[in-house]
């Protein structure tokens, strides 16, 4: 495919399917045609579409088969929000969820537990029974209410034993976020936490456009964004991340001005 005005030079980045500079959206339920509409210029940049929280449960059953086969169509994987999950655990019906999700061909899912409290192991356990199902999982980590920065040495280790055991990536909660960009600290805390996991293997859940740009200042273009990103945001985001825009600074064109 030939770009429009390729004679000027941008930051280019990986086409789908992208392993790093993802970017996750949340489907706040729209119907099949303002997807379409979204969809037909942001799909390129989008890598995965999060059902927002228990908004599916209020759409008839055949919305949600014919919008997992739209997002497919164009390259992005569906996945279940971690509500879901933490209301089937408080049903009882996680082994349903999990039947659930195999059975309309969602492959990914999103564990969390945002508002139910569960020990590390009880967090294993689950995402080994997702995973033997054959679904990968999403571990959101992180409360919806945090009281109290997170402490980087326990978010490491029990971020590291998540991904080890064979969870895709670990999304940070924008909550547990918000208050570590709330000061100086805070961004040292988050600093050393990224140093300790690896960016790579954490995706960054902010839809605050200050914060977004220092992390792509911090760690480059291909920083894991999402998945409160809404769909309408996307084409604001992905020049952001190749600094094009006023968010950005303008950082594409400013690098190549004469140095004084």
Same mark, same amino acid.
């Not at 495919?1 to 941008?10: G, Q, R, T």
């Not at 940070?172 to 100086?184: C, I, N």
């Not at 790579?200 to 740009?213: G, M, N, P, Y």
């Given at each position: ?10 930051v280019e980045r990986a086409a789908k399917p992208r392993t790093t500079g993802l970017t996750l959206v949340r489907d706040p ?38 919008? @997992? ?27 349903? +969820? ?53 402490e980087p040495v326990r978010a490491a280790d029990e971020i590291g034993r998540l991904l080890a055991l064979g969870v895709s ?27 300790? @996991? ?53 950082? +594409? ?8």
């Open positions: 495919m030939k770009p429009a005005l390729d004679f000027i030079e941008i339920g729209f119907g099949l045609q303002m997807l379409r509409v979204h969809l037909e210029t942001a799909a390129p940049f989008i890598d995965y579409a999060k059902m927002r929280n228990l908004t599916p449960r209020l759409f008839p059953e055949s919305l949600l088969v014919d919008k @997992v086969a739209l997002y497919r169509e164009y390259q992005i994987e569906v996945f279940f929000g971690g509500i879901v999950f933490e209301a089937a655990w408080l049903q009882g019906q996680v082994d349903r +969820a999990i039947a659930y999700a195999s059975r309309f061909g969602v492959k990914t899912v999103e564990i969390s537990d945002n508002i139910i409290t569960l020990s590390l192991e009880e967090k294993l356990d689950f995402v080994r029974r997702y995973l033997d199902a054959g679904v990968s999982v999403l571990y959101e980590w992180g409360k919806k209410y945090p009281t109290a920065p997170l990536r670990v999304i940070l909660e924008e909550a547990e976020l918000s208050l570590l960009f709330k000061s100086e600290r805070g961004r040292r805390v988050l600093k050393e936490l990224i140093g300790a @996991v690896g960016a790579a293997h954490v995706i960054f859940e902010t839809a605050d456009t200050e914060q977004q740009v220092w992390l792509i200042n911090e760690l480059g273009p291909d920083v894991n964004l999402g998945p409160n990103v809404a769909l309408e945001e996307v084409l604001w985001l992905e020049p952001t991340r190749r600094g094009l825009g006023r968010a950005s600074g303008y950082t +594409a064109l400013t690098k190549r001005l004469p140095k004084k």
